[in-house]
Protein backbone atom coordinates (compact mmCIF):
# COMPACT_ATOMS: atom_id res chain seq x y z
CA UNK A 1 0.00 0.00 0.00
CA UNK A 2 2.09 2.84 1.01
CA UNK A 3 4.57 1.93 -2.65
CA UNK A 4 1.14 3.28 -4.30
CA UNK A 5 0.56 6.18 -1.86
CA UNK A 6 4.30 7.27 -2.06
CA UNK A 7 3.34 7.21 -6.13
CA UNK A 8 0.09 8.53 -5.90
CA UNK A 9 1.48 11.62 -4.18
CA UNK A 10 4.42 12.41 -5.97
CA UNK A 11 2.31 12.86 -9.52
CA UNK A 12 -0.39 14.75 -7.40
CA UNK A 13 2.16 17.21 -8.03
CA UNK A 14 1.74 17.30 -11.79
CA UNK A 15 -1.32 15.98 -12.41
CA UNK A 16 -3.98 17.52 -9.83
CA UNK A 17 -3.26 20.98 -9.77
CA UNK A 18 -5.77 23.16 -11.95
CA UNK A 19 -8.45 21.81 -13.20
CA UNK A 20 -9.65 18.08 -13.31
CA UNK A 21 -11.29 17.75 -16.10
CA UNK A 22 -7.72 18.89 -18.68
CA UNK A 23 -6.03 16.08 -20.58
CA UNK A 24 -2.44 14.90 -18.77
CA UNK A 25 -0.18 14.16 -20.60
CA UNK A 26 2.63 11.49 -19.84
CA UNK A 27 5.16 13.01 -17.22
CA UNK A 28 7.88 11.62 -19.94
CA UNK A 29 7.29 12.87 -23.21
CA UNK A 30 9.53 13.64 -25.81
CA UNK A 31 6.81 14.77 -28.05
CA UNK A 32 7.77 18.37 -27.82
CA UNK A 33 11.36 17.53 -29.08
CA UNK A 34 11.66 17.49 -32.79
CA UNK A 35 15.00 17.23 -34.85
CA UNK A 36 14.66 18.85 -37.85
CA UNK A 37 17.32 20.01 -40.78
CA UNK A 38 16.83 23.65 -42.79
CA UNK A 39 14.50 26.07 -41.78
CA UNK A 40 12.09 24.83 -38.81
CA UNK A 41 10.13 27.99 -39.72
CA UNK A 42 9.25 26.21 -43.27
CA UNK A 43 8.59 23.00 -41.95
CA UNK A 44 6.20 24.29 -39.57
CA UNK A 45 4.42 26.09 -42.31
CA UNK A 46 4.10 23.03 -44.60
CA UNK A 47 2.70 20.46 -41.39
CA UNK A 48 0.34 23.58 -40.35
CA UNK A 49 -1.81 22.80 -43.82
CA UNK A 50 -2.21 19.32 -42.79
CA UNK A 51 -2.71 20.12 -39.31
CA UNK A 52 -5.67 22.72 -40.54
CA UNK A 53 -7.14 20.76 -43.06
CA UNK A 54 -7.81 17.57 -40.04
CA UNK A 55 -8.30 19.90 -36.90
CA UNK A 56 -11.02 22.40 -39.18
CA UNK A 57 -12.92 19.03 -40.38
CA UNK A 58 -13.05 18.19 -36.79
CA UNK A 59 -13.90 21.46 -35.42
CA UNK A 60 -17.14 21.16 -38.18
CA UNK A 61 -18.49 18.34 -36.11
CA UNK A 62 -19.12 19.86 -32.85
CA UNK A 63 -22.49 21.06 -31.88
CA UNK A 64 -23.03 24.71 -31.28
CA UNK A 65 -23.77 23.59 -27.91
CA UNK A 66 -19.89 23.72 -27.43
CA UNK A 67 -19.88 27.22 -27.63
CA UNK A 68 -21.79 27.68 -24.29
CA UNK A 69 -19.94 29.33 -21.37
CA UNK A 70 -18.28 26.64 -19.40
CA UNK A 71 -17.06 28.72 -16.25
CA UNK A 72 -19.17 26.79 -14.52
CA UNK A 73 -18.42 23.12 -15.40
CA UNK A 74 -14.21 24.61 -14.94
CA UNK A 75 -15.54 25.37 -11.50
CA UNK A 76 -16.73 22.05 -10.46
CA UNK A 77 -13.50 20.26 -12.14
CA UNK A 78 -11.37 22.89 -10.27
CA UNK A 79 -13.28 21.73 -6.74
CA UNK A 80 -12.75 17.92 -7.69
CA UNK A 81 -8.84 18.86 -8.32
CA UNK A 82 -8.27 20.38 -4.89
CA UNK A 83 -11.05 17.23 -3.10
CA UNK A 84 -8.32 14.70 -5.20
CA UNK A 85 -5.87 16.50 -4.10
CA UNK A 86 -6.98 16.79 -0.36
CA UNK A 87 -7.63 12.81 -0.75
CA UNK A 88 -4.42 11.99 -1.82
CA UNK A 89 -3.15 14.25 0.66
CA UNK A 90 -4.77 12.35 3.42
CA UNK A 91 -3.16 9.27 2.27
CA UNK A 92 0.23 10.44 2.53
CA UNK A 93 -0.68 11.55 6.27
CA UNK A 94 -1.89 7.81 7.14
CA UNK A 95 2.29 7.31 6.16
CA UNK A 96 3.39 9.23 8.50
CA UNK A 97 5.25 7.87 11.35
CA UNK A 98 2.66 9.82 13.79
CA UNK A 99 -0.15 7.96 12.35
CA UNK A 100 0.40 4.82 10.93
CA UNK A 101 1.54 3.31 14.24
CA UNK A 102 -2.04 4.92 15.89
CA UNK A 103 -3.70 2.49 13.40
CA UNK A 104 -3.28 -0.67 15.39
CA UNK A 105 -3.85 0.69 18.06
CA UNK A 106 -6.68 2.14 17.63
CA UNK A 107 -8.62 -0.17 16.00
CA UNK A 108 -7.36 -2.46 18.80
CA UNK A 109 -9.30 -0.31 21.24
CA UNK A 110 -12.38 -0.39 19.94
CA UNK A 111 -12.76 -3.92 19.33
CA UNK A 112 -11.98 -4.49 23.11
CA UNK A 113 -13.61 -2.06 24.73
CA UNK A 114 -16.73 -2.72 22.69
CA UNK A 115 -16.81 -6.12 23.41
CA UNK A 116 -19.00 -6.84 20.04
CA UNK A 117 -18.32 -6.70 16.45
CA UNK A 118 -21.01 -4.55 15.74
CA UNK A 119 -20.40 -1.61 18.44
CA UNK A 120 -16.77 -1.45 17.71
CA UNK A 121 -18.04 -0.58 14.11
CA UNK A 122 -20.27 1.74 15.36
CA UNK A 123 -17.62 3.63 16.97
CA UNK A 124 -14.94 3.42 14.77
CA UNK A 125 -18.21 4.97 12.15
CA UNK A 126 -18.73 7.73 14.57
CA UNK A 127 -14.64 8.30 15.17
CA UNK A 128 -13.81 8.82 11.43
CA UNK A 129 -17.25 10.78 11.74
CA UNK A 130 -15.91 13.54 14.08
CA UNK A 131 -12.17 13.11 12.10
CA UNK A 132 -14.06 14.47 8.93
CA UNK A 133 -16.54 16.90 11.15
CA UNK A 134 -12.93 18.91 12.77
CA UNK A 135 -10.85 19.25 9.55
CA UNK A 136 -13.72 20.10 7.39
CA UNK A 137 -14.73 22.76 10.25
CA UNK A 138 -10.92 24.00 10.20
CA UNK A 139 -11.67 24.34 6.34
CA UNK A 140 -14.53 26.38 6.84
CA UNK A 141 -12.83 28.50 9.18
CA UNK A 142 -10.76 29.68 6.74
CA UNK A 143 -13.53 30.37 4.08
CA UNK A 144 -15.19 32.06 6.60
CA UNK A 145 -12.10 34.11 7.42
CA UNK A 146 -11.23 35.09 4.15
CA UNK A 147 -14.14 34.67 1.51
CA UNK A 148 -13.55 34.03 -1.96
CA UNK A 149 -12.70 37.31 -3.29
CA UNK A 150 -9.84 36.90 -0.67
CA UNK A 151 -8.97 33.88 -1.36
CA UNK A 152 -8.51 34.89 -5.24
CA UNK A 153 -6.64 38.10 -3.79
CA UNK A 154 -3.80 35.76 -2.02
CA UNK A 155 -3.13 33.40 -4.91
CA UNK A 156 -2.59 37.22 -6.66
CA UNK A 157 -0.43 38.83 -4.47
CA UNK A 158 3.39 39.24 -4.63
CA UNK A 159 3.62 39.40 -0.53
CA UNK A 160 1.34 36.46 0.13
CA UNK A 161 2.73 34.04 -2.69
CA UNK A 162 6.28 35.31 -0.75
CA UNK A 163 4.73 34.29 2.77
CA UNK A 164 3.82 31.15 0.98
CA UNK A 165 6.80 29.92 -0.21
CA UNK A 166 8.34 30.61 3.26
CA UNK A 167 6.19 28.80 4.83
CA UNK A 168 6.95 25.37 2.81
CA UNK A 169 10.38 25.76 2.75
CA UNK A 170 9.37 25.73 6.77
CA UNK A 171 7.54 22.44 6.42
CA UNK A 172 10.31 21.03 4.07
CA UNK A 173 12.65 21.80 6.50
CA UNK A 174 10.41 20.02 8.87
CA UNK A 175 9.92 17.21 7.71
CA UNK A 176 13.86 16.15 6.27
CA UNK A 177 14.33 16.78 9.90
CA UNK A 178 15.65 20.32 10.74
CA UNK A 179 12.92 20.23 13.47
CA UNK A 180 9.09 19.55 14.10
CA UNK A 181 6.02 21.38 13.84
CA UNK A 182 4.25 20.75 17.33
CA UNK A 183 0.86 22.77 19.48
CA UNK A 184 1.66 24.19 22.71
CA UNK A 185 1.72 21.11 25.50
CA UNK A 186 -0.97 22.78 27.12
CA UNK A 187 -3.23 22.07 24.31
CA UNK A 188 -2.40 18.90 23.67
CA UNK A 189 -2.53 17.76 27.07
CA UNK A 190 -6.09 18.62 27.89
CA UNK A 191 -7.64 17.53 24.11
CA UNK A 192 -5.82 13.96 25.13
CA UNK A 193 -7.36 14.13 29.18
CA UNK A 194 -10.84 14.73 27.23
CA UNK A 195 -11.02 11.53 25.54
CA UNK A 196 -10.93 9.32 28.43
CA UNK A 197 -14.53 10.23 28.98
CA UNK A 198 -17.12 7.78 27.34
CA UNK A 199 -19.87 8.31 25.21
CA UNK A 200 -19.71 10.46 22.10
CA UNK A 201 -17.80 13.15 23.75
CA UNK A 202 -15.54 10.63 24.45
CA UNK A 203 -14.84 9.49 20.82
CA UNK A 204 -15.07 13.47 19.40
CA UNK A 205 -12.04 14.31 21.79
CA UNK A 206 -10.13 10.76 20.47
CA UNK A 207 -10.67 12.49 17.35
CA UNK A 208 -9.49 15.65 18.17
CA UNK A 209 -5.89 13.87 20.11
CA UNK A 210 -5.26 12.75 16.53
CA UNK A 211 -5.55 15.54 15.31
CA UNK A 212 -3.55 17.11 17.48
CA UNK A 213 -1.15 14.74 18.54
CA UNK A 214 -0.35 13.71 15.12
CA UNK A 215 0.12 17.62 13.99
CA UNK A 216 4.03 17.66 13.51
CA UNK A 217 3.41 15.28 10.35
CA UNK A 218 0.25 16.58 9.11
CA UNK A 219 0.96 20.04 10.07
CA UNK A 220 3.01 20.70 6.77
CA UNK A 221 0.27 18.62 4.46
CA UNK A 222 -2.53 20.29 5.63
CA UNK A 223 -0.72 23.74 5.21
CA UNK A 224 0.12 23.25 2.04
CA UNK A 225 -3.43 21.56 1.13
CA UNK A 226 -4.88 24.72 2.46
CA UNK A 227 -1.97 27.15 0.37
CA UNK A 228 -3.12 25.56 -2.84
CA UNK A 229 -6.64 26.06 -2.08
CA UNK A 230 -6.39 29.51 -1.59
CA UNK A 231 -4.04 29.75 -4.39
CA UNK A 232 -7.10 28.14 -6.62
CA UNK A 233 -9.31 31.07 -5.16
CA UNK A 234 -12.59 28.58 -4.90
CA UNK A 235 -15.16 29.69 -2.46
CA UNK A 236 -15.40 26.04 -0.85
CA UNK A 237 -11.40 25.35 -1.81
CA UNK A 238 -10.19 24.81 1.87
CA UNK A 239 -13.51 22.84 2.82
CA UNK A 240 -13.84 20.39 -0.07
CA UNK A 241 -9.83 19.79 0.14
CA UNK A 242 -10.18 19.12 4.04
CA UNK A 243 -13.27 17.18 3.26
CA UNK A 244 -11.12 14.68 0.69
CA UNK A 245 -8.11 14.67 3.37
CA UNK A 246 -9.92 13.58 6.17
CA UNK A 247 -11.97 10.50 4.10
CA UNK A 248 -8.51 9.70 3.69
CA UNK A 249 -7.39 9.55 6.95
CA UNK A 250 -10.57 8.35 8.36
CA UNK A 251 -11.64 5.42 6.22
CA UNK A 252 -8.53 3.26 7.11
CA UNK A 253 -9.33 3.32 10.79
CA UNK A 254 -13.35 2.34 10.19
CA UNK A 255 -12.31 -0.47 7.93
CA UNK A 256 -9.77 -1.64 9.55
CA UNK A 257 -12.24 -1.54 12.67
CA UNK A 258 -14.80 -3.58 10.33
CA UNK A 259 -12.20 -6.24 8.99
CA UNK A 260 -9.98 -6.51 12.28
CA UNK A 261 -7.67 -9.38 9.98
CA UNK A 262 -6.62 -6.95 7.41
CA UNK A 263 -4.39 -5.57 9.74
CA UNK A 264 -1.98 -8.70 9.17
CA UNK A 265 -1.56 -7.44 6.06
CA UNK A 266 -0.16 -4.18 7.24
CA UNK A 267 3.48 -3.20 6.82
CA UNK A 268 5.38 -2.94 10.26
CA UNK A 269 6.25 0.41 11.03
CA UNK A 270 10.18 1.12 10.64
CA UNK A 271 12.42 3.15 8.62
CA UNK A 272 10.25 3.27 6.09
CA UNK A 273 7.82 6.07 7.86
CA UNK A 274 10.59 8.25 8.01
CA UNK A 275 11.53 8.11 4.02
CA UNK A 276 8.07 9.27 3.56
CA UNK A 277 8.60 12.19 5.68
CA UNK A 278 12.06 13.07 3.67
CA UNK A 279 10.63 12.27 0.06
CA UNK A 280 7.32 14.66 1.25
CA UNK A 281 10.25 17.37 2.30
CA UNK A 282 12.37 17.24 -1.53
CA UNK A 283 8.37 17.59 -3.04
CA UNK A 284 7.64 20.21 -0.74
CA UNK A 285 10.75 21.98 -1.58
CA UNK A 286 10.08 22.00 -4.71
CA UNK A 287 6.75 23.16 -4.52
CA UNK A 288 7.73 26.34 -2.53
CA UNK A 289 9.89 27.25 -5.87
CA UNK A 290 6.60 27.70 -8.04
CA UNK A 291 5.26 30.72 -5.21
CA UNK A 292 8.78 32.14 -5.25
CA UNK A 293 8.70 32.38 -9.42
CA UNK A 294 5.12 33.65 -8.74
CA UNK A 295 6.49 36.55 -7.29
CA UNK A 296 9.81 37.10 -9.20
CA UNK A 297 7.22 37.46 -12.31
CA UNK A 298 4.61 39.74 -10.70
CA UNK A 299 7.26 41.85 -9.87
CA UNK A 300 9.65 41.60 -13.05
CA UNK A 301 12.68 40.75 -10.45
CA UNK A 302 14.13 38.35 -13.42
CA UNK A 303 15.89 36.16 -10.76
CA UNK A 304 14.17 32.80 -11.64
CA UNK A 305 14.00 32.25 -14.52
CA UNK A 306 12.60 29.43 -16.91
CA UNK A 307 16.42 27.58 -16.78
CA UNK A 308 17.45 28.48 -13.35
CA UNK A 309 13.54 27.37 -12.10
CA UNK A 310 15.05 23.55 -13.86
CA UNK A 311 18.49 23.73 -12.38
CA UNK A 312 17.00 24.17 -8.94
CA UNK A 313 14.47 21.20 -9.80
CA UNK A 314 16.94 19.30 -11.09
CA UNK A 315 18.97 19.22 -8.06
CA UNK A 316 15.74 18.83 -5.84
CA UNK A 317 14.62 15.83 -7.60
CA UNK A 318 18.40 14.37 -8.17
CA UNK A 319 19.16 14.93 -4.35
CA UNK A 320 15.49 13.27 -3.57
CA UNK A 321 16.49 9.99 -6.19
CA UNK A 322 20.48 9.75 -4.23
CA UNK A 323 18.49 9.55 -1.02
CA UNK A 324 15.80 7.12 -2.62
CA UNK A 325 18.94 4.41 -3.41
CA UNK A 326 20.85 4.91 0.00
CA UNK A 327 23.32 7.34 -0.90
CA UNK A 328 22.34 10.33 0.97
CA UNK A 329 21.38 9.63 4.76
CA UNK A 330 20.15 12.45 7.24
CA UNK A 331 20.33 12.21 10.87
CA UNK A 332 17.74 10.46 12.22
CA UNK A 333 17.85 8.25 9.17
CA UNK A 334 17.79 4.43 9.47
CA UNK A 335 20.63 2.36 7.86
CA UNK A 336 19.68 1.35 4.20
CA UNK A 337 21.06 -2.30 3.78
CA UNK A 338 19.36 -2.83 0.70
CA UNK A 339 17.05 -1.70 -1.98
CA UNK A 340 13.22 -2.74 -1.62
CA UNK A 341 11.70 -3.26 -5.16
CA UNK A 342 9.21 -0.18 -4.36
CA UNK A 343 11.44 2.12 -3.32
CA UNK A 344 13.75 0.91 -6.49
CA UNK A 345 10.88 2.06 -8.55
CA UNK A 346 10.16 4.70 -7.21
CA UNK A 347 13.95 5.77 -7.59
CA UNK A 348 13.75 5.26 -11.46
CA UNK A 349 10.75 7.39 -11.63
CA UNK A 350 12.64 10.32 -9.81
CA UNK A 351 15.81 9.73 -12.13
CA UNK A 352 13.85 9.60 -15.02
CA UNK A 353 11.99 12.71 -14.42
CA UNK A 354 15.14 14.56 -14.05
CA UNK A 355 16.71 13.30 -16.96
CA UNK A 356 13.17 14.64 -18.97
CA UNK A 357 13.71 18.08 -17.17
CA UNK A 358 17.40 17.99 -18.55
CA UNK A 359 16.36 19.11 -22.13
CA UNK A 360 14.10 21.92 -20.51
CA UNK A 361 17.69 23.91 -20.01
CA UNK A 362 17.62 24.59 -23.61
CA UNK A 363 14.03 25.09 -24.29
CA UNK A 364 12.33 21.50 -24.53
CA UNK A 365 8.98 22.47 -23.90
CA UNK A 366 8.44 20.17 -21.21
CA UNK A 367 4.69 20.35 -21.48
CA UNK A 368 3.82 18.02 -18.57
CA UNK A 369 5.16 20.17 -16.02
CA UNK A 370 4.93 23.45 -18.20
CA UNK A 371 2.29 24.67 -15.79
CA UNK A 372 4.76 25.04 -13.35
CA UNK A 373 7.71 26.68 -14.66
CA UNK A 374 7.84 30.42 -15.15
CA UNK A 375 7.02 31.41 -18.77
CA UNK A 376 9.35 30.05 -21.83
CA UNK A 377 10.12 33.95 -22.38
CA UNK A 378 12.30 33.88 -19.61
CA UNK A 379 13.92 31.30 -21.09
CA UNK A 380 17.62 32.94 -21.40
CA UNK A 381 18.89 30.40 -23.83
CA UNK A 382 16.59 28.34 -26.42
CA UNK A 383 17.78 26.11 -29.47
CA UNK A 384 14.17 26.29 -30.74
CA UNK A 385 15.07 29.85 -31.65
CA UNK A 386 18.88 29.61 -32.43
CA UNK A 387 21.77 30.79 -29.84
CA UNK A 388 19.51 33.02 -28.11
CA UNK A 389 15.98 34.31 -27.97
CA UNK A 390 14.80 36.86 -29.28
CA UNK A 391 12.32 39.23 -28.03
CA UNK A 392 12.41 41.87 -30.71
CA UNK A 393 8.30 41.50 -31.29
CA UNK A 394 6.44 43.81 -33.71
CA UNK A 395 7.57 47.17 -35.15
CA UNK A 396 5.73 49.07 -32.57
CA UNK A 397 6.01 46.65 -29.33
CA UNK A 398 8.36 48.68 -27.87
CA UNK A 399 6.11 52.27 -28.11
CA UNK A 400 3.30 50.06 -26.90
CA UNK A 401 1.75 52.30 -23.44
CA UNK A 402 3.26 51.07 -20.37
CA UNK A 403 4.31 47.32 -20.84
CA UNK A 404 7.81 47.75 -22.83
CA UNK A 405 9.12 44.92 -20.03
CA UNK A 406 6.25 42.50 -21.08
CA UNK A 407 7.71 41.90 -24.79
CA UNK A 408 10.82 40.68 -23.40
CA UNK A 409 9.69 38.07 -20.80
CA UNK A 410 6.34 37.09 -23.54
CA UNK A 411 4.22 34.13 -22.16
CA UNK A 412 4.30 32.23 -25.39
CA UNK A 413 6.50 32.13 -27.94
CA UNK A 414 5.29 33.42 -31.96
CA UNK A 415 2.58 35.90 -30.88
CA UNK A 416 2.86 39.48 -30.54
CA UNK A 417 0.22 40.61 -27.98
CA UNK A 418 -1.19 43.89 -26.62
CA UNK A 419 -1.24 44.70 -23.00
CA UNK A 420 -3.65 47.62 -22.72
CA UNK A 421 -7.51 47.23 -23.89
CA UNK A 422 -7.67 50.94 -24.96
CA UNK A 423 -4.75 50.52 -26.95
CA UNK A 424 -5.86 47.04 -29.19
CA UNK A 425 -9.28 48.24 -29.50
CA UNK A 426 -8.29 50.46 -30.94
CA UNK A 427 -6.30 48.20 -33.56
CA UNK A 428 -8.94 45.86 -33.74
CA UNK A 429 -11.11 48.80 -35.01
CA UNK A 430 -8.60 50.16 -37.83
CA UNK A 431 -8.07 46.27 -38.98
CA UNK A 432 -11.81 45.47 -39.09
CA UNK A 433 -10.87 42.30 -37.15
CA UNK A 434 -12.55 41.07 -33.37
CA UNK A 435 -10.96 41.38 -30.52
CA UNK A 436 -9.55 38.60 -28.35
CA UNK A 437 -9.20 39.11 -24.54
CA UNK A 438 -6.72 36.93 -22.95
CA UNK A 439 -7.61 37.48 -18.88
CA UNK A 440 -4.32 35.87 -17.32
CA UNK A 441 -1.61 35.88 -14.83
CA UNK A 442 2.20 35.72 -13.84
CA UNK A 443 0.92 33.54 -11.12
CA UNK A 444 -1.56 31.47 -13.07
CA UNK A 445 -0.91 28.03 -13.44
CA UNK A 446 -4.13 27.06 -15.82
CA UNK A 447 -2.80 29.35 -18.08
CA UNK A 448 0.53 28.60 -18.82
CA UNK A 449 -1.19 25.05 -19.57
CA UNK A 450 -3.13 26.56 -21.96
CA UNK A 451 -0.47 28.14 -23.25
CA UNK A 452 1.62 25.11 -23.54
CA UNK A 453 -1.11 22.93 -24.51
CA UNK A 454 -3.54 24.44 -26.84
CA UNK A 455 -2.08 27.59 -27.92
CA UNK A 456 1.59 25.78 -29.17
CA UNK A 457 -0.53 24.18 -31.76
CA UNK A 458 0.24 25.80 -34.85
CA UNK A 459 -3.78 25.70 -36.18
CA UNK A 460 -4.68 27.48 -32.72
CA UNK A 461 -1.41 29.82 -33.20
CA UNK A 462 -2.59 30.85 -36.99
CA UNK A 463 -5.83 31.71 -36.33
CA UNK A 464 -5.47 34.21 -33.31
CA UNK A 465 -2.88 35.40 -34.90
CA UNK A 466 -4.60 36.31 -38.69
CA UNK A 467 -8.16 36.38 -37.44
CA UNK A 468 -7.57 38.11 -34.22
CA UNK A 469 -6.27 41.26 -32.61
CA UNK A 470 -4.94 39.60 -29.28
CA UNK A 471 -4.85 41.24 -26.23
CA UNK A 472 -3.40 39.97 -22.67
CA UNK A 473 -4.65 41.65 -19.70
CA UNK A 474 -2.69 40.26 -16.53
CA UNK A 475 -5.12 40.56 -13.78
CA UNK A 476 -1.44 40.08 -11.06
CA UNK A 477 0.61 43.07 -12.67
CA UNK A 478 0.95 44.98 -9.74
CA UNK A 479 4.38 46.34 -10.77
CA UNK A 480 3.15 48.63 -13.20
CA UNK A 481 1.27 51.83 -11.66
CA UNK A 482 -1.43 53.92 -13.26
CA UNK A 483 -0.89 57.56 -13.78
CA UNK A 484 -2.64 59.93 -11.95
CA UNK A 485 -5.29 60.75 -14.29
CA UNK A 486 -6.26 57.08 -14.74
CA UNK A 487 -6.80 56.21 -11.03
CA UNK A 488 -10.33 55.92 -10.83
CA UNK A 489 -12.44 54.41 -7.41
CA UNK A 490 -13.91 50.87 -8.85
CA UNK A 491 -17.23 51.19 -8.58
CA UNK A 492 -17.71 47.27 -7.88
CA UNK A 493 -15.93 47.27 -4.99
CA UNK A 494 -15.32 50.97 -4.09
CA UNK A 495 -11.43 50.52 -3.88
CA UNK A 496 -9.13 52.65 -5.31
CA UNK A 497 -7.88 51.22 -8.81
CA UNK A 498 -4.09 52.62 -8.83
CA UNK A 499 -2.00 49.55 -10.58
CA UNK A 500 -2.68 47.75 -14.35
CA UNK A 501 -3.13 44.32 -12.18
CA UNK A 502 -6.04 46.54 -10.70
CA UNK A 503 -7.39 47.91 -13.31
CA UNK A 504 -7.42 44.28 -15.44
CA UNK A 505 -9.40 42.45 -12.61
CA UNK A 506 -11.85 45.44 -11.97
CA UNK A 507 -13.00 45.33 -15.73
CA UNK A 508 -12.76 41.50 -15.58
CA UNK A 509 -15.48 41.20 -12.74
CA UNK A 510 -17.22 44.78 -13.78
CA UNK A 511 -17.89 43.85 -17.46
CA UNK A 512 -17.75 39.64 -17.26
CA UNK A 513 -18.73 38.80 -13.72
CA UNK A 514 -15.52 36.59 -13.08
CA UNK A 515 -12.36 36.77 -11.29
CA UNK A 516 -10.94 33.58 -12.13
CA UNK A 517 -8.27 32.61 -14.91
CA UNK A 518 -7.97 31.68 -18.04
CA UNK A 519 -11.22 33.95 -19.05
CA UNK A 520 -11.42 34.12 -23.16
CA UNK A 521 -13.40 36.90 -24.22
CA UNK A 522 -14.35 37.52 -27.86
CA UNK A 523 -15.30 40.89 -28.64
CA UNK A 524 -16.78 42.71 -31.73
CA UNK A 525 -14.59 46.08 -31.39
CA UNK A 526 -17.11 48.59 -32.92
CA UNK A 527 -20.10 47.47 -30.15
CA UNK A 528 -17.78 46.29 -27.63
CA UNK A 529 -20.00 43.30 -26.84
CA UNK A 530 -19.24 39.86 -26.69
CA UNK A 531 -19.93 37.82 -30.36
CA UNK A 532 -19.88 34.57 -28.37
CA UNK A 533 -20.01 33.66 -24.23
CA UNK A 534 -16.45 33.96 -22.73
CA UNK A 535 -14.55 30.79 -22.02
CA UNK A 536 -12.52 29.55 -19.60
CA UNK A 537 -9.55 27.11 -20.14
CA UNK A 538 -10.02 24.11 -22.45
CA UNK A 539 -7.49 21.88 -22.99
CA UNK A 540 -9.03 20.25 -26.20
CA UNK A 541 -7.72 21.89 -28.93
CA UNK A 542 -10.70 20.41 -31.71
CA UNK A 543 -13.09 22.39 -28.67
CA UNK A 544 -11.14 25.50 -28.31
CA UNK A 545 -10.72 25.74 -32.31
CA UNK A 546 -14.61 25.74 -32.56
CA UNK A 547 -14.84 28.60 -30.06
CA UNK A 548 -12.60 30.74 -32.09
CA UNK A 549 -13.76 29.68 -35.48
CA UNK A 550 -17.70 30.44 -33.29
CA UNK A 551 -16.83 34.15 -32.24
CA UNK A 552 -15.26 34.57 -35.96
CA UNK A 553 -18.55 33.50 -37.84
CA UNK A 554 -20.63 35.59 -35.48
CA UNK A 555 -18.32 38.90 -36.70
CA UNK A 556 -18.53 37.76 -39.62
CA UNK A 557 -21.75 37.71 -40.06
CA UNK A 558 -22.70 41.02 -38.40
Known amino acids: MKRY ?69 LERGSLWGIFIGGILGGFAALLMPCIFPMLPLTVSFFTKKSGTKSKAVTQALLYGVFIIFIYVALGMLITIAFGAEALNLLSTNGIFNFLFFLLLVVFATSFLGAFEITLPSGFVNKIDANSDKGGLVGLFFMAASLAVVSFSCTGPIIGTLLVEAAVNGERLGPAIGMLGFSLALAIPFVLFAMFPSMLKSLPKSGGWLNSVKVVLGFLELALALKFLSNVDLAYNWQLLDREVFLALWIVIFGLMGLYLIGKIRFAHDSPLDFLSVPRTMLAILVFSFVVYMVPGMWGAPLKSIAAFLPPIGTQDFDLASGVSVSHAGSADAAGRKHYTHFHSRATVKGFDPYYDYEEALAAAKAQNKPLMIDFTGWTCVNCRKMEADVWSDPVVRNMINNEFILVELYVDEHDLKLSESEQYISPHSGKKINTVGKKNTDFQITRFKSNSQPLYALIDPNTEEALVAPRGADYTITSYLAYLQSGLDAFNNK
Open 5 to 73: IILFLWLSLFLVKGSFAQEVDSLIDFSGIEFVEGDPVADTEDTTEVDTAVQIAAVDTISGDSHKNVAGD
